[in-house]
Nanobody
Framework: QVQLVESGGGLVQAGASLRLSCAASGRTFSSYHMGWFRQAPGKEREFVAVISGSGGTKNYADSVKGRFTISRNNAEKTVYLQMNSLKPEDTAVYYC??????????????????WGQGTQVTVSS
């Protein structure tokens, strides 16, 4: 079992940066495959980025590639999403998610068992 708490969202102008954090509880954080997803009003939750338990494998949605960076610190039980060059279309509630690491990469939100409460990111033009 793992509990997740996101932080770091806010209101920024286009071109700015934000860093989201997701703090996890539980003893074996490195055993969890972690993802960031986002959901805009009226839209389905969409994949943003994913990182393996060791941190050695990372993947990104095409829409954020080159602008966002996912990372994790297993000693601190935290996963991060550094977001640069933000655009108005990045506006959404951002969620971190976890599932037990099994060597596969999961891009669909249905593949994750544990979710944080979400943090709002609003980018003005």
């Amino acid at each position: 079992q793992v509990q997740l708490v996101e932080s770091g969202g806010g209101l920024v102008q286009a071109g700015a940066s934000l860093r989201l954090s997701c703090a996890a509880s539980g003893r074996t954080f490195s055993s969890y495959h972690m993802g960031w997803f986002r959901q805009a009003p009226g839209k389905e939750r969409e994949f943003v980025a994913v990182i393996s338990g060791s941190g050695g494998t990372k993947n990104y949605a095409d829409s954020v590639k080159g602008r966002f960076t996912i990372s994790r610190n297993n000693a601190e039980k935290t996963v991060y999403l550094q977001m640069n060059s933000l655009k108005p279309e990045d506006t959404a509630v951002y969620y971190c998610a976890a599932r037990i690491e099994d060597g596969l990469t999961y891009y669909n939100y249905r593949g994750y068992n544990y979710w944080g409460q979400g943090t709002q990111v609003t980018v003005s033009s």
